[in-house]
């Protein structure tokens, strides 16, 4: 008896939960946006993994915590994370908060639905379709199908998948048995997907040709045909080129024309990881680095990563319009995709995907889009631009800076030389010397919380930093900071 009373009412205080929401609201607004894009304040608060377990008190209990200290969880998590929206933080490919999308965010978690039928997200069905035409628009394409995928490594394994597909139908029912040995092709400065994909879906990352690139970071095509042919005269079968637009240290851009015209005299699908770099679509000025991608028969691009829409908004773009994705991926599940709803089932696009549920990654895009138009984020993509440009032409000003290439995007790769060792570049040890320096200068500036910057090794080169702007808060104080406290916490190496 005592059970079925306690059906009697709703088991949530819904009065003291939204009280507890306005609460933790005000927390995110101050704590989150209005700190974590002060620049007064720190980009991170360094803590060794087992400082922080101790401050957070992880631990999952049987009773609960009072509201109170559940608002204090909230700030400690908030102030040791590290603020990706802070105007210095150059880390990622990602970074900034725009305050139309976050609320797009925001939405999206309260509504709390999955995309996969017009029953249950009409509206998102609707928007989905609406902004996806727009980024093939810009593709230069005037139909076609597409996606948002949970990451563009995901985007570039739907790539892989729908063209296996489409040049070999039955291997959808009889696996890999039913094929010959396939083999794609990409730069050897592709993302690392690539690989993962190719061992994901059974292709084999033996079966994974990567294709010399210039000393730009671009793929060569005639590199390319020889190694089809190449793969050709040993009886596999080549089936797939990805090509990039953006790559992830150098910023390099394929020559899409190019490489093109190699997979229609092959009968190649042409995929294009533009990631990175698709974003440039949106300015006048800049599209020209993808020339050529209305050639691709697919696109991967990740607005979240330079237009400040957050984390994650990644579409998979089909230049198909015959419903290859349906059919690729559709397994007609009768609880989902019932035949005899009352309304144009059409609009049921969940089973086009791999997935079942599915996050909506629309909408926060489409907001900002609405808020500042094409327009501006055709602005956004220009000053990045000039911030990179900025940089590199201040960098040739100052000691001790060194740029890796000039850049061609928005991938600025530079060495900080240190006093110590100029004038040294033809000894022996210079290069494993030099690598030391930036792991050096990154904890510093980590512990001290002042900034954010990557670096990697790239080849025979040693570490480098590959700085990184697409916050539209950045401003030309931030960018001399940037170059000064470089210098400070390098200069005694």
């Not at 704590?31 to 631990?59: N, S, Y």
């Not at 500042?372 to 911030?387: I, K, P």
Request: net charge negative; glycine share 8%.
């Amino acid at each position: 008896m005592a059970e079925q009373s306690d059906l009697e009412r709703p088991a949530v205080d819904g009065a003291a939960g939204e009280e507890f929401l306005r609460a933790a609201f005000q927390v995110l607004l101050e704590e989150a946006v209005r700190k974590g894009t002060d620049v007064a304040q720190k980009v991170c608060e360094w803590k060794e993994p087992h400082e922080l377990r101790e401050l957070l008190d992880l631990e999952l209990r049987s009773h609960g915590e009072p509201a109170g200290r559940l608002l204090e969880r909230c700030r400690d998590i908030i102030r040791y994370s590290v603020k990706t929206c802070h105007p210095r933080f150059f880390n990622q490919l990602f970074s900034g908060l725009d305050h139309h999308a976050l609320a797009g965010r925001l939405l999206t978690e309260t509504l709390n639905t999955s995309q996969y039928t017009y029953e249950i997200a009409p509206v998102f069905v609707l928007m989905e379709e609406v902004v996806l035409a727009k980024l093939r628009e810009l593709v230069g394409w005037n139909s076609g199908d597409g996606i948002f995928c949970p990451g563009g490594s995901i985007s570039n394994m739907y790539a892989m998948n729908v063209a296996r597909f489409q040049r070999f139908p039955e291997s959808r029912q009889q696996g890999s048995r039913a094929l010959p040995r396939l083999v794609l092709f990409a730069s050897e400065e592709c993302h690392y997907s690539i690989q993962k994909g190719a061992a994901f879906l059974g292709i084999g990352t033996d079966n994974v040709v990567l294709v010399r690139a210039d000393e730009r970071g671009k793929m060569i095509p005639e590199e390319l045909e020889k190694e089809i042919e190449r793969v050709k005269s040993e009886g596999a079968v080549p089936f797939f080129v990805s090509a990039t637009s953006g790559t992830t240290v150098l910023g390099a851009f394929d020559p899409l024309g190019p490489v093109a015209d190699v997979c229609q005299r092959h009968g190649l699908w042409l995929h294009v990881d533009a990631a990175w770099g698709g974003s440039a679509l949106l300015s006048r000025k800049h599209r020209q680095l993808l020339a050529g991608i209305e050639r691709a028969d697919s696109v991967a691009w990740n607005p979240h990563k330079m237009l400040t829409v957050g984390l994650q908004c990644s579409a998979f773009l089909l230049r198909d319009d015959s419903g290859l994705l349906q059919r690729c991926h559709g397994a007609g599940a009768a609880y989902l995709f019932q035949p005899d709803k009352f309304y144009d089932v059409m609009f049921d696009t969940g089973d086009k995907t791999v997935q079942c549920g599915r996050r909506v990654d629309c909408l926060k895009l489409w907001l900002l889009w609405k808020a500042v138009g094409s327009e501006g984020l055709e602005q956004r993509v220009d000053r990045a631009f000039a911030c990179t440009r900025y940089l590199a032409a201040e960098m040739k000003r100052r000691d001790g800076f060194q740029l890796v290439l000039e850049p061609e995007f928005i991938n600025l790769c530079f060495w900080f030389v240190p006093p110590s060792l100029r004038g040294q570049q033809g000894c022996t040890d210079f290069g494993p010397r030099l690598g030391k320096v930036a792991p050096a200068i990154k904890e510093r500036m980590m512990k001290e919380g002042s900034m954010m910057v990557g670096y990697q090794p790239h080849g025979t080169r040693p570490n480098f930093f590959r700085q990184i702007v697409t916050s539209p808060a950045v401003t030309r104080a931030d960018l001399d900071f940037f170059l000064d406290e470089i210098e400070r916490l390098g200069c005694d190496l």
